[in-house]
């Protein structure tokens, strides 16, 4: 029997809503409050032990550290009564903070990132990122991931 792939991700929070200081104080907490198809999509296809980029968007602009997939897709606790459509959410773990934030401008600047997803569909709160640009990413931000 194969084990399946990981894949990885990045999800972006407003940090004055949800920072990454919160998600390591809180530990695991449900990834919610995503209203948009192409998001949500992205969100049902995480498997638990996926690794995510949490990405700080609106203030900062930069990829700070690294979730894992705690728990897959489930319906989502925030939506509000008579919300039309079939929102989910997955629960994120925090893993590590990144040693150096890699900037949103440093990534628009460098040619090999110009199909990655934020650069593309800058407004996507959750998107795929590729096997090569999740392992120049980690190397322009300093991270190891630890041995499994």
């Not at 609106?58 to 979730?67: A, C, D, L, R, S």
């Not at 401008?105 to 997803?117: H, Q, R, T, V, Y």
């Amino acid at each position: 029997m194969t084990s399946r792939a990981r894949h990885f991700w990045l999800v972006k929070s407003e940090p004055d809503a949800f920072s990454w200081d919160q998600q390591v104080a809180n530990g695991t907490e449900p990834w919610t409050g995503v209203r948009n198809h192409m998001a949500k999509a992205n969100l049902a296809a995480m498997k638990k032990g996926d690794l995510a980029f949490f990405y700080h968007s609106n203030i900062g602009k930069e990829i700070v550290g690294v979730v894992e997939v705690a728990r897959e897709a489930y319906r989502d606790p925030s939506v509000e009564p008579g919300t039309k459509g079939e929102w989910v959410c997955v629960d994120m773990k925090a893993v590590s903070p990144l040693p150096k934030p890699v900037t949103l401008a440093e990534i628009k600047a460098d040619p090999d990132f110009a199909e990655l997803a934020l650069v593309r569909m800058s407004r996507l709160s959750v998107m795929p990122v590729s096997a090569e640009h999740w392992k120049k990413l980690c190397r322009l931000g300093g991270w190891k991931a630890p041995k499994e």
